[in-house]
């Protein structure tokens, strides 16, 4: 059996990173692994280290450089390329696009909208009575609604862009399933803009059209890939994050209490969330020139990957690490990253998570589960993190 271990890893429990991840922070902040197809990568552990090195050029994020470092199959094949898998000057060009439309003040008038969606969807969970899965019809269905007013993106598809992400970021997924899954998301799109073209609204897909397709400065073939981007990403790390958040606090009574007690802080509560259960784990890259990282020298060409998972664990930045407390103050966290590839949605993402967890708790003061966490089923590594059901009655 070989020493250096493979990766991804498995979550045990789905709300603590691997148990594999405390191992390779014992052998230094810096440790190999090995991925499906033999190639030999290196993990990063630190929190500080991964901080200093997701600002650093030298690692580069193109996901078209034939060295670029494939975790699973199907990611390949899954056409994600916007604005995560490209570096500067190109990535800062569409970055500057979508901008101002995910900054603080661009989301205000935005937010009395997901508190109407947060509402609607417990005013029909309540309505059913005692007894729901939560994953799709509050984690899911909040941030899927969402996205697609931001966008302007029929909701009444969420069926199929929701099965289609599935086979895209599903680590199980085969290459096969995500090519066929990315072509007919792009397909989607492309239709999607003739819809708009004929009949303009005010989504973000519509100012890309508007502003940017016509005066020529993108290719069609540009809008729809930003599109889907945008669509896919908006929703499924955010309602993985909200299952598990939900999940979470109900494994925890007290901080239940905290965030149940103290409603005007879930803001704040929101980012030990984030910190804990960092969803969005194995942030990749390839090293474009040698890197000393930890005593370690990093070849150019070699593949590196920084598992938030295990920096927001780490020791030497947060006390206790391993311990959800929701008045501890988790700011510097790298659930989104860092650097230019910090998650241009972690704006949006931070107010449906605050809205959605806040009244959720204080409405429905009775949630407990109603089958043991063991039950649930844990997504695997390689794609976003987070669980398949969310059993509860009140």
């Known amino acids: 059996m070989s020493e250096i271990p493979d990766f991804p890893m498995n979550r045990g429990c789905p709300y603590h990173p ?36 997701l600002l650093d050029p030298r690692l580069s994020s193109d996901r078209s450089r034939a060295d670029f470092p494939v975790l699973v199959p199907r990611m390949a094949a899954s056409k994600l390329v916007a604005l995560v898998g490209m570096d500067p000057p190109e990535h800062d060009v569409q970055r500057r696009m979508l901008a101002p439309s995910f900054t603080v003040n661009g989301l205000k008038k935005l937010r009395p909208v997901i508190l109407r969606i947060v509402t609607e969807r417990i005013d029909a969970i309540l309505d059913k009575g005692p007894g729901a899965d939560l994953v799709p019809e509050f984690a899911l269905a909040v941030p899927s609604t969402v996205i697609c007013e931001l966008l302007g993106v029929p909701y009444g598809d969420h069926d ?35 819809l708009k073209l004929a009949e303009p609204g005010e989504g973000v897909v519509d100012t890309l059209i508007r502003e940017r397709l016509a005066t020529g400065q993108l290719a069609r073939a540009e809008v729809a890939s930003i599109s889907m981007f945008l669509l896919v990403a908006g929703h499924e790390t955010t309602a993985n994050m909200m299952a598990l958040s939900i999940l979470t606090l109900l494994e925890h009574p007290d901080q239940l209490a905290v965030l149940r007690d103290h409603p005007d802080r879930a803001k704040d509560h929101v980012e030990e969330l984030l910190r804990f259960l960092s969803v969005a784990d194995e942030l990749q890259r390839v090293a474009a020139a040698d890197i000393e990282v930890g005593g370690v020298t990093i070849r150019a060409g070699e ?45 949006l993402a931070r107010a449906e998570l605050e809205i959605g967890l806040r009244e959720l708790v204080t409405r429905v003061p009775g949630l407990r589960l109603t089958e043991p966490v063991e039950a649930l089923g844990v997504k695997p590594g390689g794609s976003v993190q987070g669980i398949h059901r969310l059993p509860v009655t009140w």
Not at 24 to 48: C, E, F, K, M
Not at 178 to 185: H, I, Q, T, Y
Not at 325 to 339: E, P, Q, S
Request: proline share 4%.
């Open 18 to 53: 691997p148990a594999g991840y405390e191992r390779l922070r014992a052998t230094g902040v810096a440790a190999p692994v090995r991925l499906y197809d033999g190639r030999t990568a290196w993990v990063i552990t630190g929190h500080p280290e991964t901080r200093a090195l």
């Open 160 to 194: 199929f862009f929701e099965a289609q992400t599935r086979k895209m970021l599903m680590a199980t997924s085969s290459a096969q399933d995500a090519a066929d899954a990315a072509v007919a998301l792009t397909a989607y799109f492309d239709e999607l803009i003739d």
């Open 303 to 347: 593949a590196v990957y920084l598992p938030n998972a295990a920096a927001n664990r780490d020791a030497r930045v947060y006390t206790d690490p391993d311990a959800l407390d929701l008045n501890r103050d988790a700011r510097g966290h790298l659930a989104f990253g860092h650097g230019v590839h910090q998650c241009i949605g972690q704006n």
